[in-house]
């Protein structure tokens, strides 16, 4: 574990802080210049970018929160403490795509189209979210030989490797990210050591990892390849 980067001082850069800050601005910029690439505003694609990682934190910490109710009942002002970790992915994951619609929607963007674009940087930003976690100490496995921080990391940087070859066309890029990542998080899962078995012996993410799957699988089906 190594949670705190470097002091300056009182100041402190947190590896988990840092990772997000890294991982959304390699992101966003990428995501700008593949948006101008295919015709797109590139600046609508920033701003689009901001609401997702607000949106995002907000959804996955409320979520977080509500799985250790009972902890921060007792103590609610470490609500707040994001520098030491705390986000589900699902969470984040709902409510950005929420936003992320109503700002496309406002901005006159192609909703389909664009979330094919942002969809392999979504699992950029994963990969280098995932060695904040590593970092942190949070997120961590059933046994110490296993860093399944690390693993859902190369996956992602693996899935974005797939994903960026792709053309943004009518949402099928999105539904491939979708399907590989809640396949690969389902079973991933089963080597984690912070997450509580939920119902019939699954946790809360493999459950939705398993919603999800089906719901992306099916329409992956429904809708035509261009």
Same mark, same amino acid.
């Given at each position: 574990?190594?949670?705190?980067?470097?002091?300056?001082?009182?100041?402190?850069?947190?590896?988990?802080?840092?990772?997000?800050?890294?991982?959304?601005?390699?992101?966003?910029?990428?995501?700008?210049?593949?948006?101008?690439?295919?015709?797109?505003?590139?600046?609508?694609?920033?701003?689009?970018? /901001?609401?997702?990682?607000? #949106?995002?934190?907000? !959804?996955?910490? &409320? +979520?977080?929160? *509500?799985?250790?109710?009972?902890?921060?009942?007792?103590?609610?002002?470490?609500?707040?403490?994001?520098?030491?970790?705390?986000?589900?992915?699902?969470?984040?994951?709902?409510?950005?795509?929420?936003?992320?619609?109503?700002?496309?929607?406002?901005?006159?963007?192609?909703?389909?189209?664009?979330?094919?674009?942002?969809?392999?940087y979504i699992a950029l930003g994963q990969a280098i979210g995932r060695i904040g976690c590593y970092l942190n100490g949070c997120c961590y496995g059933k046994y110490k030989a296993i860093?399944?921080?690390?693993?859902?990391?190369?996956?992602?940087?693996?899935?974005?490797? /797939?994903?960026?070859?792709? #053309?943004?066309?009518? !949402?099928?890029? &999105? +539904?491939?990210? *979708?399907?590989?990542?809640?396949?690969?998080?389902?079973?991933?899962?089963?080597?984690?050591?912070?997450?509580?078995?939920?119902?019939?012996?699954?946790?809360?993410?493999?459950?939705?990892?398993?919603?999800?799957?089906?719901?992306?699988?099916?329409?992956?089906?429904?809708?035509?390849?261009?």
């Open positions: 574990m190594h949670p705190v980067l470097f002091e300056i001082g009182p100041f402190k850069v947190f590896s988990y802080g840092a990772a997000l800050a890294i991982a959304f601005l390699l992101a966003a910029t990428l995501a700008r210049r593949r948006a101008v690439s295919e015709g797109m505003d590139g600046d609508k694609m920033l701003d689009l970018f /901001i609401v997702l990682i607000i #949106s995002g934190i907000i !959804g996955g910490r &409320l +979520l977080f929160v *509500l799985l250790n109710i009972n902890e921060y009942l007792a103590c609610p002002g470490d609500i707040f403490k994001l520098w030491e970790g705390g986000l589900v992915w699902y969470g984040g994951l709902i409510t950005s795509a929420a936003c992320g619609i109503i700002f496309m929607k406002a901005k006159g963007m192609p909703v389909l189209k664009t979330a094919d674009l942002v969809a392999p860093p399944t921080q690390l693993t859902e990391s190369a996956a992602m940087f693996i899935l974005f490797l /797939i994903l960026r070859k792709r #053309s943004p066309s009518n !949402g099928r890029t &999105l +539904l491939l990210y *979708l399907v590989l990542y809640s396949a690969f998080r389902f079973f991933n899962e089963f080597l984690r050591g912070d997450n509580p078995v939920f119902l019939a012996g699954l946790t809360v993410s493999q459950v939705i990892s398993a919603a999800v799957f089906a719901l992306a699988a099916i329409s992956w089906k429904i809708i035509p390849s261009k």
